[in-house]
């Protein structure tokens, strides 16, 4: 059997829609962006970086709710409007001296399983796409937007045995 490889990481590459999201877009008559966060999202990813995770928010679309939002949680590394995710995180990862074992990755679809491929351990909220699934090593129970941030913090912690109580 497999060792967990949880243990090692030292960063999240996380998307947002559909991760930090329900994957919806709303926009108001002005044609303003509006995204709704989960508040237990964000205490677990306050928890994982007070454990000494670093957060990295990569995400394809830009939006001012997704500044204020990792402004709000503390997250430094915000980068929008990513076109290639696999090639950004090989750099970013490289740029810091990183392994792929010590990188964790949250996604939900397509474009994120190029996120996958620079990670040791990629993981997918509950209503990602089949292939995305498929190339996890961890699935979520909840849904993205819904709390499925909060459960891959968990998971993360927990296999640290960081985890509160």
Same mark, same amino acid.
């Given at each position: 059997?497999?060792?967990?490889?949880?243990?090692?990481?030292?960063?999240?590459?996380?998307?947002?829609?559909?991760?930090?999201?329900?994957?919806?877009?709303?926009?108001?008559?002005?044609? &303003?962006?509006?995204?709704?966060?989960?508040?237990?999202? !964000?205490? !677990?990813?306050?928890?994982?970086?007070?454990?000494?995770?670093?957060?990295?928010?990569?995400?394809?679309?830009?939006?001012?709710?997704?500044?204020?939002?990792?402004?709000?949680?503390?997250?430094?590394?915000?980068?929008?409007?990513? !076109?290639?995710? !696999?090639?950004?995180?090989?750099?970013?990862?490289?740029? &810091?001296?990183?392994?792929?074992?010590?990188?964790?990755?949250?996604?939900?679809?397509?474009?994120?399983?190029?996120?996958? &491929?620079?990670?040791?351990?990629?993981?997918?909220?509950?209503?990602?796409?089949?292939?995305?699934?498929?190339?996890?090593?961890?699935?979520? &129970?909840?849904?993205?937007?819904?709390?499925?941030?909060?459960?891959?913090?968990?998971?993360?912690?927990?296999?640290?045995?960081?985890?509160?109580?």
């Amino acid at each position: 059997m497999k060792s967990n490889p949880a243990p090692s990481v030292t960063l999240l590459f996380l998307d947002v829609d559909g991760v930090m999201t329900d994957g919806c877009i709303t926009l108001d008559e002005d044609g &303003r962006e509006m995204k709704a966060f989960n508040v237990k999202d !964000g205490l !677990g990813l306050k928890l994982l970086m007070s454990a000494g995770i670093e957060v990295v928010i990569v995400t394809g679309r830009t939006s001012g709710a997704v500044s204020r939002r990792a402004e709000e949680l503390g997250i430094r590394e915000v980068y929008q409007g990513v !076109g290639e995710k !696999g090639r950004f995180c090989r750099q970013f990862r490289e740029k &810091r001296g990183l392994s792929v074992e010590s990188i964790a990755c949250l996604g939900d679809d397509l474009p994120d399983l190029e996120m996958f &491929r620079e990670s040791g351990v990629p993981m997918a909220v509950a209503d990602a796409v089949e292939e995305v699934r498929q190339a996890a090593v961890y699935v979520t &129970r909840c849904k993205g937007g819904a709390g499925a941030v909060r459960e891959a913090c968990e998971y993360l912690l927990k296999a640290r045995g960081k985890w509160p109580l």
